[in-house]
């Protein structure tokens, strides 16, 4: 083999192991972060991975790394009552997005829900972790493309985007069958969910952090789920979720946030 071919593959071979190096790099530093963060949140509790109790639908890659689509589901064949879901995104700078907590009102039986929107700051593992009612963890996880969600340029004046703070907005939606156990719900709160890192575009400088909290939702006074947030939550919180049916379906909202103010609201008996 000619002197020059022979330096040529010695290079491309060497090409191929620095990416190689590189890779496993990487990867090794993402098993780290989420060692960590498991330690963390869970402790030395063991967790089911792709165990087939909760699928996570999350796009591959993020059009707004911003305002990314998110939903947890629980398959029919999973007839457990739930305890808890947690949602965390390994590289965020707050990763435990939000804590939800189950009560007596979440219902069971059919397919059970829960979808919101989140920030992604950078290219990140986004995991829901789903404790049943027999204290048993089981985790769904995705890696998704998507940076900068966190601390992008805020497009409009912050003074514009505090009018209507805290209006919220409550529907459900009954099943297309009466038999059906299950009906969904809606949460929609106006809030800018700023989280201190984003710039106000007319001066420059950055925004005070005031975010959503805190959430609690009853159904006919029995609770179908508190939740915990971060700022990992997009901006105007929007949450979707199943709930038990009941003899009585309206929905009771309270929602918090960092400034310690509550907004409450029911939604129509009708569902409309």
Known sequence: M???????????????????????????????????????????????????VVILDVPPTAEDAAIVPLTVRIPPSVTQKLKSLTLIIDKN?????????????????????FSTRVRIDNFSHVRAIVETEDGTLHMASKFVAAAGGCAVMQPKDPDTENEGLGKLLVKT???ALSTTPLFDGQVMI???????????????????????NGMAVKRGGELVFTMESSFSLSTNPNVRFSFGRGG???LDVAVTDTDGTTFTAQSEPSGS
């Open 2 to 52: 000619p002197i020059h071919h022979a330096s040529r593959g010695c290079a491309l071979a060497g090409a191929a192991l620095s990416l190689f190096v590189v890779t496993a790099s990487v990867a090794h530093a993402a098993d780290d972060v989420w060692a960590s963060l498991k330690q963390q949140t869970f402790g030395e509790r063991q967790i089911a991975a792709e165990d087939g």
């Open 190 to 212: 106006k809030h800018p969910n700023h989280n201190g890192m984003q710039l106000d575009v007319n001066t420059a400088k950055f925004i005070p952090a005031r975010f959503v």
């Open 248 to 250: 009585e379906n309206t």
């Open 173 to 175: 939606f009954p099943p």
């Open 93 to 113: 700078p707050g990763p435990v997005v939000a804590k939800i907590a189950f009560g007596p009102a979440a219902g069971s039986g059919g397919e059970r829900k």
